[in-house]
T-cell receptor, first 112, second 114 residues
Framework: TQLLEQSPQFLSIQEGENLTVYCNSSSVFSSLQWYRQEPGEGPVLLVTVVTGGEVKKLKRLTFQFGDARKDSSLHITAAQPGDTGLYLCAGNIGGSARQLTFGSGTQLTVLP | DAGVIQSPRHEVTEMGQEVTLRCKPISGHDYLFWYRQTMMRGLELLIYFNNNVPIDDSGMPEDRFSAKMPNASFSTLKIQPSEPRDSAVYFC????????????FGDGTRLSIL
């Protein structure tokens, strides 16, 4: 059973369009991270959100952590082909735990 | 700075053979993680170490899998005997000891068991 469900699983859009990716759980997480993975490489961290309701912006990417710290979203404005990749959310339950639970991933393709 | 280094990048072998995957974490990192990624199951944590000591191996599929970290700069994941269902991309990642630190991933080993 996946603790973190991501939707949509696949997304193909045209350059310039906006999109939102969702990461949902029935569990509360102490923090949540978003990673992007490109073919043949390992995931690379984009952002960490810690506080319920927190919003972080990274250029055209906006990340939000739900008030109850059970869900998160990633919004991309004016997508570009360079945004193509697998987007993964990952939650940490906190305390002394250092392991992450990864979501199922959203494969984004931005067509020129 | 060098990132996490994994070897080999690709491994193709026949079922029943022993497979050893290697990882060199980033110098100074206290935590080391081994993951397996497949289309069906996504990215799964197999085991992680803190200061060379295994902390949680509940993700290791079965006794055929074993991992060691003899020192701070080297870890191995061994599969013996290997089976076709072990085919996947195996990632190693490392991080600093502080909470909410990013995990830095290697480029993975693509393993194919025939």
């Amino acid at each position: 059973t996946q603790l973190l469900e991501q939707s949509p699983q696949f997304l193909s859009i045209q350059e310039g369009e906006n999109l939102t990716v969702y990461c949902n759980s029935s569990s509360v997480f102490s923090s949540l991270q978003w990673y992007r993975q490109e073919p043949g490489e390992g995931p690379v961290l984009l952002v960490t959100v810690v506080t319920g309701g927190e919003v972080k912006k990274l250029k055209r990417l906006t990340f939000q952590f739900g008030d109850a710290r059970k869900d998160s979203s990633l919004h991309i404005t004016a997508a570009q082909p360079g945004d193509t990749g697998l987007y993964l959310c990952a939650g940490n339950i906190g305390g002394s735990a250092r392991q992450l639970t990864f979501g199922s991933g959203t494969q984004l393709t931005v067509l020129p | 700075d060098a990132g996490v280094i994994q070897s080999p990048r690709h491994e193709v072998t026949e079922m029943g053979q022993e497979v050893t995957l290697r990882c060199k974490p980033i110098s100074g990192h206290d935590y080391l993680f081994w993951y397996r990624q497949t289309m069906m199951r996504g990215l799964e944590l197999l085991i992680y170490f803190n200061n060379n000591v295994p902390i949680d191996d509940s993700g290791m599929p079965e006794d055929r899998f074993s991992a060691k970290m003899p020192n701070a700069s080297f870890s191995t994941l061994k599969i013996q005997p290997s089976e076709p269902r072990d085919s996947a991309v195996y990632f190693c990642a490392s991080s600093l000891r502080f909470f909410n630190q990013p995990q830095h991933f290697g480029d993975g080993t693509r393993l194919s068991i025939l």
